[in-house]
C-alpha cells in the first residue's frame, strides 16, 4: 500500500549532528510532496524552533510539536489542537522539581522559561535557537498552563529522576525520557502517536498509509500507530524494537534512504 502520511522527528532523525538537513533529504522530501504525500515534522521542540526546518523544506501542513501537545500550521499558524498540561498539576510538578533540585524548564505560549540562566539553559538555548527568559520565582507560579516542561540532568540522574516523577505523576502526565539527559513532560493525551493518528484521519488517511521516522523514547508512540514504524540506525536497542523497520543513522542520511526506498516511485 503507498504511503501517503510521513512524519519526521527533528533531532538525531532528520536533523544530522550538525543540527542541518543534508541535500539529498531535502531533495527525497521534495520528490515527496511532488507526488502528492504529506510530509510533516513531529518533535518535542518547540513550535517557533521547528518552524525554521519547514520553512526550508516550504511545508505547508500542521506540524507536530512539544510532542504533539500543539499542532499548528507552518504557513497560516492555524491551531488544529492544543493540549497543554493543567496549571495545578503543573505547578505539583515544578514544586516537587524545586524541592529536589532538580532543573526544569517551563514551555509556555511558545516562550522558554527557566528560573536563571545556567549551563542547561544555555546549551537548551543553543540546540533550540530561542531565547531562555529567566523569571527566578515566577517558575514555580505556573501563571499559564504550559504546553510541555522539560527536567534536564546528567544521563546518570535520569532513570532515577524518571523513576520519582512516574511514581508521583505517572497516571496523570506523559512523562518519556528523550535524549539520555531530557525528561520531557506533557498532558497525559499528549504524544506524538496521537498527534499522528490525528492528522492521518484529518486528512483522510489510513494508519497503514502513514509512516514515521524517529530515534528516541518520545517517538516509540508515533513507530507503533505507524504503519511503517522506521527507527533511525542511531536509535537505542530499546526504540528499535518498538518500529517495523530499520533505516540508516542521522548522520548517515537515514531519512533520505528511507524515503527513498518506500515511499517515491
Given at each position: 500500500?503507498?504511503?501517503?502520511?510521513?512524519?519526521?522527528?527533528?533531532?538525531?532523525?532528520?536533523?544530522?549532528?550538525?543540527?542541518?538537513?543534508?541535500?539529498?533529504?531535502?531533495?527525497?522530501?521534495?520528490?515527496?510532496?511532488?507526488?502528492?504525500?504529506?510530509?510533516?515534522?513531529?518533535?518535542?521542540?518547540?513550535?517557533?524552533?521547528?518552524?525554521?526546518?519547514?520553512?526550508?523544506?516550504?511545508?505547508?501542513?500542521?506540524?507536530?510539536?512539544?510532542?504533539?501537545?500543539?499542532?499548528?500550521?507552518?504557513?497560516?499558524?492555524?491551531?488544529?489542537?492544543?493540549?497543554?498540561?493543567?496549571?495545578?498539576?503543573?505547578?505539583?510538578?515544578?514544586?516537587?522539581?524545586?524541592?529536589?533540585?532538580?532543573?526544569?524548564?517551563?514551555?509556555?505560549?511558545?516562550?522558554?522559561?527557566?528560573?536563571?540562566?545556567?549551563?542547561?539553559?544555555?546549551?537548551?538555548?543553543?540546540?533550540?535557537?530561542?531565547?531562555?527568559?529567566?523569571?527566578?520565582?515566577?517558575?514555580?507560579?505556573?501563571?499559564?498552563?504550559?504546553?510541555?516542561?522539560?527536567?534536564?540532568?546528567?544521563?546518570?540522574?535520569?532513570?532515577?529522576?524518571?523513576?520519582?516523577?512516574?511514581?508521583?505523576?505517572?497516571?496523570?502526565?506523559?512523562?518519556?525520557v528523550s535524549?539520555?539527559?531530557?525528561?520531557?513532560?506533557?498532558?497525559?493525551?499528549?504524544?506524538?502517536?496521537?498527534?499522528?493518528?490525528?492528522?492521518?484521519?484529518?486528512?483522510?488517511?489510513?494508519?497503514?498509509?502513514?509512516?514515521?521516522?524517529?530515534?528516541?523514547?518520545?517517538?516509540?508512540?508515533?513507530?507503533?500507530?505507524?504503519?511503517?514504524?522506521?527507527?533511525?540506525?542511531?536509535?537505542?536497542a530499546a526504540?528499535k524494537a518498538?518500529?517495523?523497520?530499520?533505516?540508516?543513522?542521522?548522520?548517515?542520511?537515514?531519512?533520505?534512504?528511507?524515503?527513498?526506498?518506500?515511499?517515491?516511485?
Amino acid at each position: 500500500m503507498a504511503i501517503k502520511l510521513v512524519a519526521l522527528d527533528l533531532d538525531d532523525t532528520l536533523l544530522d549532528s550538525k543540527l542541518a538537513v543534508s541535500p539529498r533529504a531535502c531533495e527525497a522530501i521534495r520528490q515527496a510532496i511532488a507526488q502528492g504525500v504529506v510530509v510533516t515534522i513531529a518533535t518535542g521542540r518547540m513550535y517557533r524552533s521547528a518552524l525554521p526546518y519547514a520553512r526550508q523544506l516550504e511545508l505547508d501542513v500542521p506540524l507536530i510539536t512539544y510532542n504533539g501537545a500543539l499542532i499548528k500550521s507552518s504557513l497560516s499558524a492555524e491551531i488544529f489542537l492544543n493540549c497543554p498540561v493543567e496549571q495545578d498539576l503543573a505547578r505539583q510538578l515544578l514544586a516537587l522539581c524545586r524541592q529536589n533540585n532538580w532543573y526544569i524548564q517551563s514551555y509556555i505560549k511558545d516562550q522558554l522559561f527557566v528560573e536563571a540562566i545556567n549551563h542547561y539553559a544555555e546549551l537548551y538555548s543553543r540546540v533550540a535557537g530561542v531565547p531562555a527568559v529567566a523569571v527566578g520565582d515566577r517558575l514555580y507560579a505556573a501563571e499559564d498552563s504550559p504546553s510541555k516542561l522539560l527536567v534536564m540532568a546528567p544521563a546518570a540522574d535520569i532513570p532515577g529522576i524518571h523513576q520519582a516523577l512516574n511514581h508521583a505523576f505517572g497516571d496523570k502526565l506523559n512523562i518519556v525520557v528523550s535524549k539520555p539527559t531530557y525528561i520531557e513532560i506533557t498532558h497525559p493525551l499528549a504524544n506524538k502517536g496521537r498527534a499522528l493518528a490525528f492528522l492521518a484521519d484529518k486528512f483522510g488517511i489510513k494508519q497503514e498509509e502513514t509512516m514515521a521516522l524517529g530515534d528516541s523514547g518520545n517517538d516509540v508512540d508515533m513507530l507503533k500507530y505507524a504503519g511503517w514504524g522506521v527507527a533511525m540506525g542511531n536509535a537505542s536497542a530499546a526504540v528499535k524494537a518498538t518500529a517495523r523497520l530499520e533505516t540508516l543513522s542521522n548522520d548517515a542520511d537515514g531519512v533520505a534512504e528511507a524515503i527513498e526506498k518506500y515511499v517515491l516511485e
